[in-house]
């Protein structure tokens, strides 16, 4: 995710104890890809719920 820029490592806090811990946080590109899966997401789950509602009942 670093190497397509869909995230930014901020590197450490100050304080942290464990020097291993790194803190991320998403690029502007990658709040633009997410913000384009959320909307595709919610159209599957849309498309999804007008199959279900739309479904011949069984007698």
């Known amino acids: 995710m670093i190497e397509r820029r ?5 590197g450490q806090k100050a304080g942290d ?6 803190y991320y946080r998403l690029s502007s590109l990658g709040r633009s890809v997410l913000a384009a899966e ?3 997401l919610e159209n599957v789950v849309r498309e999804g719920k007008l199959r279900l509602h739309t479904r011949p009942r069984r007698a």
């Open 17 to 22: 104890e464990d020097p291993r811990r790194r």
């Open 6 to 10: 869909l995230v930014e490592e901020l």
């Open 38 to 40: 959320i909307g595709r």
